[in-house]
């Protein structure tokens, strides 16, 4: 056996899978991680099932400690990282020998990345999942966010060749989203406020919901409802105007009207807009949502035909340990911004 001991860890960082789906109708919140792509490549890069248990890890820095050689996959947000000054690039795999320690710096142009660690991370599913939501006191090993000292146990490292993936180029373009299922409480010209105006995700943001700091969306009728059920990406708003767009560790049902939701294949590159962060809406029909959801899906399925051999990328090293510490001081003013509400 093996062990990823962790050193340093900042807040917002806990064990994740794809949480708890089908019991929200027993009022159980899902959980599960904020960028389930990212999730997913950080483990097919060391040959676990997609949705496997991995660290998410804030916006902030951390360090681990191996135990026995550990083989790892890291993916999301950009972050300068190294293995005993081995710089380690995003979307690869790489393996820490006994007592080597693994740094990350803070993330840039995001909010999350994702370690995987090969063979999985040891512990007691809780209704069918690892997944940690600290309020519900749900999850393992630890039903917590990682502090220091914590360890995290798997098998020891296969040794096989490290690996690397390709993905579509990123984007900037505006989160799209669905009207409804209560826009019809707010007027045409709430809903092309809504669409038109620059949104902000606010520094007191947390894995329950990411509240927005822009311009006042008014109720037709009051903003009280009949309490129904959530969706990761539900945008309520309550009664001072605000939007709050609901995220993994929401509650189970709502009696905010909801103006919007964000489309299931937007919902990781929303949860990855930093905090301070300026983004836009856009309004998709139900038939480009879906054909979109279908898109995502076959990305998920391809990533194993998307691995590579990390010589076949030409990685300069050197190039890349430079570009990191560049890169420090942008991500530290990025990760200050952001102090996110933990439990």
């Known amino acids: 056996m093996s062990k990823l001991v962790v050193t340093s860890i900042g807040p917002a960082s806990s064990v994740q899978d794809s949480g708890r789906p089908g019991s929200q109708r027993y009022g159980l919140t899902p959980s599960g991680a904020m960028d389930r792509l990212a999730l997913a490549v950080a483990n097919t890069l060391v040959g676990n099932e997609l949705f496997a248990a991995a660290v998410e890890i804030g916006p902030f820095g951390a360090t681990f400690t191996a135990r026995g050689a550990v083989r790892v996959g890291l993916a999301g947000a950009s972050r300068n990282a190294d293995i005993g000054g081995r710089a380690v690039a995003v979307n690869s795999s790489a393996t820490l020998a006994d007592g080597e320690i693994l740094t990350l710096g803070f993330a840039r142009g995001g909010s999350f990345s994702y370690l995987a660690i090969e063979h999985g991370i040891e512990g007691e599913p809780m209704f069918g999942s690892l997944a940690v939501n600290a309020r519900a006191g749900l999850g393992s090993p630890y039903p917590r966010p990682l502090q220091d000292g914590d360890e995290l146990t798997t098998q020891a490292a296969s040794g096989a060749a490290e690996r690397r993936i390709e993905l579509p180029a990123a984007t900037d373009a505006p989160i799209r989203i669905v009207f409804g299922p209560q826009d019809d409480e707010f007027s045409e010209e709430s809903k092309k406020l809504f669409l038109d105006s620059e949104w ?60 919007a939701t964000v489309i299931s294949a937007d919902f990781g590159r929303f949860a990855q807009i930093s905090a301070g962060r300026p983004f836009r809406f856009k309004a998709v029909t139900m038939a480009e949502a879906q054909a979109e959801a279908s898109k995502f899906r076959e990305l998920l399925r391809s990533l194993p035909e998307r691995l590579r051999g990390i010589e076949d990328f030409g990685l300069n090293v050197e190039a890349l340990r430079d570009a990191n510490v560049a890169g420090q001081a942008v991500s530290a003013i990025d990760a200050a911004t952001w102090q996110v509400a933990v439990p």
């Open 200 to 259: 902000k995700i606010s520094a007191t943001s947390d894995r329950m919901g990411y509240r927005l700091e822009g311009p006042v969306i008014k109720h037709l009728d009051g903003h009280n409802i009949v309490s129904d059920g959530t969706v990761n990406g539900s945008v309520q708003i309550p009664g001072n105007g605000q939007p709050i767009v609901l995220m993994p560790d929401r509650g189970t049902s709502g009696g905010y009207p909801k103006i």
